[in-house]
């Protein structure tokens, strides 16, 4: 076998060939056999002390590569360094992979600190997906985040909780896009939909799920509205409100008298209110005036629709209750916003700005937005007109 401080006897082909549980290639360097796997060691005396260190398994560490790492180790012996001492003094002062889960956590609580959402709820949905739904991938590096991870814990939520499935898939796509920025990873984000998870998973659009915001179908929208003005309690004339605007439950929820100007008929939503963070006016048709007359009559304090406890607004479940009580609990309070959307088109054939507009979405290039803003609540009023009147075709008994 030669001394041992013989170099380099082993070939790759020796190597291939010889099933021997300890093959010596000199000078320290040994593949040894343990269990199924092939490992590299490096034996040498530092101080009068026999010392041993793996260099790595076979299938990652070749046989060039091996001799490699024994020289270096062999240069910190002639220099009186224990090349195992400072391997494990490198391991520990070498930063850890940033996992995930780290990031993530790190990311929420940035949010938070910075100001970047408007309440609680947010920060509570936000850490729900990242720590619950997120949990298998929070161990992982996010180096080493891979569409096939995303899919994995997308799969079990997708086409059965829709709505949270989309969230958690955008909330992942956040932080991995953050991560990036920050230097933490490179490559497209494996969370990205379009050209991406599009071609793995269904269009949400394709999908029933009631939990997906399901819309009333807007013909449909009259003989429901009908059913609803039988219904009796404040829920349900927040519901109504809701309809004939198209606004948001928390936006209809959480209107007070000082927003609304019955004599100007515009209800102004602030900015802080509004998902978009963005001032909303909201025309007020003929129909929602007097909805709004009758529950200023019977005003307890500053909230349009008070809930049972004092000074607190309705809860989102007690519009979902009204709609059920007229016979649409097939369907979603949001959804009304989708049955007024393919009605302003199919049968108002309203421009797109001005429907799109009339839901306070921002739309388009420079010069559209600049359009909308200057003269789009007027022609939003004439639609909204139109809307309510469709809404309540039928007369009330």
Excluded at 110 to 115: F, H, N, Q
Excluded at 271 to 297: C, F, N, T, Y
Excluded at 331 to 337: K, Q
């Amino acid at each position: 076998m030669g001394s041992l401080h013989t170099r380099n006897a082993l070939t790759v082909k020796k190597i291939e060939a010889t099933k021997t549980g300890v093959l010596r290639d000199g000078a320290g360097l040994y593949l040894v056999t343990k269990g199924n796997g092939r490992y590299w060691t490096f034996k040498y005396t530092i101080a009068g002390l026999r010392r041993e260190m793996g260099l790595g398994p076979l299938h990652s560490v070749g046989l060039a590569a091996a001799r490699d790492l024994a020289d270096e180790a062999r240069r910190l012996v002639r220099s009186g360094v224990d090349p195992l001492a400072a391997k494990r003094e490198a391991e520990e002062t070498t930063p850890k992979a940033v996992t995930f889960g780290a990031y993530a956590d790190g990311f929420v609580d940035d949010a938070v600190k910075a100001g970047r959402w408007r309440g609680a709820k947010t920060e509570a949905r936000w850490r729900n997906l990242l720590e619950n739904h997120a949990k298998p991938i929070r161990p992982k590096a996010i180096a080493a985040i891979r569409t096939s991870d995303v899919v994995a814990v997308l799969r079990p939520l997708w086409g059965e909780k829709q709505e949270t499935a989309e969230k958690l898939r955008e909330a992942i796509e956040r932080v991995l896009d953050s991560a990036k920025v920050e230097g933490h990873r490179t490559g497209d984000n494996p969370a990205a939909w379009k050209g991406n998870l599009e071609h793995v998973l269904h269009k949400p659009n394709e999908l029933v799920s009631r939990n997906h915001h399901a819309a009333m179908p807007h013909a449909e929208v009259p003989a429901f509205m009908k059913k609803l003005a039988a219904v009796r309690g404040v829920s349900a004339r927040a519901l109504e409100l809701t309809v004939l605007t198209g606004t948001r439950s928390g936006e209809a929820r959480g209107a007070v008298w000082p927003e609304v100007d019955l004599a100007a008929k515009v209800w102004v939503i602030p900015a802080p209110r509004m998902k978009g963070g963005k001032e909303h006016r909201v025309p007020l048709s003929q129909e929602v005036v007097a909805l709004l007359k009758k529950m200023k009559d019977q005003a307890v304090n500053d909230l349009v629709f008070p809930g049972v406890r004092d000074k607190r607004p309705l809860s989102d479940a007690s519009l979902a209750k009204a709609l059920a009580a007229a016979g649409g609990d097939a369907f979603t309070v949001h959804g009304f916003r989708s049955s007024f959307r393919d009605w302003a088109t199919e049968v108002a054939h309203a421009p797109r700005e001005i429907a799109e507009a009339a839901l306070a979405h921002a739309v388009g290039d420079a010069v559209e937005r600049s359009y909308a803003r200057s003269d789009a609540l007027e022609r939003r009023r004439a639609l909204m007109q139109q809307w309510a009147k469709y809404c309540l075709l039928f007369p009330r008994s």
